[in-house]
Structure formats: C-alpha cells, structure tokens
C-alpha cells in the first residue's frame, strides 16, 4: 500500500470526472533506475466505481473490481498487475486514499 495523496481534480482530468488520464506505476529502486509495472488509462468515475473495502489486518483484498495493469512486451500489451483502489476521497470527504499493486508477471 502506498500511502495517501492530494492530486488537484482540476489538474488530473480538468475537472471533468469522466476524462480519460493514464496512471503509470513504477517499482522503486535505490539506484533511481525504477522499473516500469504498467500502466492504466482511466477516468475518475471508474477510480470510484473500482474503489474496495480491505480488511483491517489488510491480509484479505478484493481484487473483483481491481483496474488492469499493461505493459508492451515484444510489440504487445501484456497485463502486469492489478491496481486496487481502496479509501478514495473526493472534496469535502475526510477518507484517505491508498492504492495496492498485485503484480502477476
């Protein structure tokens, strides 16, 4: 789990909650040499159709409406993981925000 983040709505889609944005997800690494996971190209009414509750000891994730990550391997869109959203938080909302990666390779 990543932990939460502010993103501006305007900035992200123009206020627009049904405009197409792309996530990329990136894997960390110390030498700042990070791997790509994948990406998904979104809008912000399908983050909130996608949202799931998780557990509080966070061992048991529904992974049922988790968002698909791809990544181009030898010339074609391979899935690479999946990107569960879980506490999003829109305006006015004092939830938090996280986000889980399942990678699958």
Known sequence: MW??????????CGG???RMFRICVFDY?????HKFMGSVDT??????SSEVSVAPDK?????SRALILSRRVNGKDKASGKLIVCGLSLPGSRER???AILEEN
């Open 29 to 33: 690494e110390k030498s700042l040499k």
């Open 16 to 18: 627009d909650m049904d």
């Open 43 to 48: 809008t912000l009414t399908t983050l909130i």
């Open 59 to 63: 061992n048991s994730i529904d992974t």
């Open 97 to 99: 925000t996280e986000a």
């Open 3 to 12: 932990p939460s983040a502010k993103i501006n709505m305007v900035k992200l």
